[in-house]
């Protein structure tokens, strides 16, 4: 089975990493912050918007698929579609101390078994991870400045269903997006907030042969999920 628990994609610490790649700020998101959101998880399960990703996504039909779940953070996404059927989940990502959080909570959820593990940048790693039925981006394309590189190589690995969460393209929040990244230059910070093109993200998943067939949207944040046609 494509992903599958022991296909030795897990427990490799080290971040993969090419020259500038985005897992160099991958260490931004520490452990401080994976246990907080941890704890946020733990009281609320999802929050919106990846509630109504996992909905658009089990809508299509999860049961016995594989999934790949890319920048998995706590591991919400990929848990819950695994307690809704799936067989089995890949989860990478590029901040270590996130992929210890989303490991201690399969365990916790009785799923580590069903889970691998990979600490590193997905672009830079993509040609060595199988490709799995459903491909997942939960607010992933906002924190990468290669997001042409990200999306193709990404549903590429897709067999059935895509889907992501990502910024709404708006002029506040574009505004709002550099605000934030000044003051992250100022503070030194190494994250940086990417407002990518609808129009673009949109047209290189249809281009790989996806139509989209559920989205929604809040203030910022869209949702989307595409199926092959």
Same mark, same amino acid.
């Not at 022991?6 to 931004?28: F, H, K, M, S, V």
């Not at 996504?57 to 594989?66: E, H, K, Q």
């Not at 093109?197 to 559920?214: K, L, S, Y």
């Given at each position: 089975?494509?992903?599958?628990?022991?296909d030795?994609?897990?427990?490799?610490?080290?971040?993969?990493?090419?020259?500038g790649?985005a !897992?160099?700020?991958?260490?931004?998101?520490?452990?401080?912050?994976?246990?907080?959101e941890?704890?946020?998880?733990?009281?609320?399960?999802?929050?919106?918007?990846?509630s109504?990703?996992i909905?658009?996504?089990?809508? #299509?039909?999860?049961?016995?698929?594989?999934? &790949?779940? $890319?920048?998995?953070?706590?591991g919400?996404?990929h848990?819950?579609? &695994? /307690?809704?059927?799936?067989? +089995?989940?890949?989860d990478v990502?590029? +901040?270590?101390?996130?992929?210890?959080?989303?490991?201690?909570e399969s365990?916790?959820?009785? &799923?580590g078994?069903?889970? +691998?593990?990979?600490?590193?940048?997905?672009?830079?790693l993509a #040609?060595?991870?199988?490709?799995?039925?459903?491909?997942?981006?939960?607010?992933?394309? !906002? !924190?990468?400045?290669?997001m042409a590189?990200?999306? /193709?190589? +990404?549903?590429?690995?897709?067999?059935?269903?895509?889907?992501?969460?990502?910024?709404?393209?708006?002029?506040?929040?574009?505004?709002g997006?550099?605000?934030?990244?000044?003051?992250?230059?100022?503070?030194?910070?190494?994250? #940086?907030?990417y407002?990518?093109?609808?129009?673009?993200?949109?047209? $290189?998943v249809?281009?790989?042969?996806?139509e989209?067939?559920?989205?929604?949207?809040?203030?910022?944040?869209?949702v989307?999920?595409?199926?092959?046609?």
């Amino acid at each position: 089975m494509d992903g599958a628990p022991g296909d030795g994609l897990e427990d490799d610490p080290r971040p993969a990493c090419g020259p500038g790649c985005a !897992c160099t700020i991958g260490n931004e998101f520490n452990e401080r912050q994976a246990r907080r959101e941890l704890a946020t998880y733990r009281r609320r399960g999802p929050d919106q918007t990846t509630s109504w990703l996992i909905d658009g996504l089990v809508a #299509r039909g999860v049961t016995g698929l594989t999934v &790949l779940d $890319i920048g998995a953070g706590v591991g919400a996404v990929h848990l819950q579609l &695994l /307690k809704d059927g799936a067989a +089995s989940a890949t989860d990478v990502d590029g +901040s270590p101390a996130y992929v210890v959080a989303a490991r201690e909570e399969s365990a916790l959820q009785g &799923l580590g078994d069903r889970v +691998s593990y990979l600490v590193g940048d997905f672009v830079t790693l993509a #040609r060595e991870i199988p490709p799995a039925d459903v491909v997942v981006l939960d607010r992933v394309v !906002c !924190c990468y400045p290669d997001m042409a590189a990200l999306v /193709k190589q +990404s549903v590429a690995r897709a067999r059935q269903s895509y889907g992501l969460v990502y910024p709404r393209d708006t002029w506040w929040i574009r505004a709002g997006a550099g605000a934030l990244n000044g003051f992250a230059r100022l503070t030194r910070q190494r994250v #940086r907030a990417y407002i990518h093109r609808t129009i673009d993200v949109d047209g $290189i998943v249809r281009a790989a042969g996806f139509e989209p067939r559920f989205r929604r949207t809040t203030l910022f944040w869209q949702v989307a999920v595409y199926a092959r046609a």
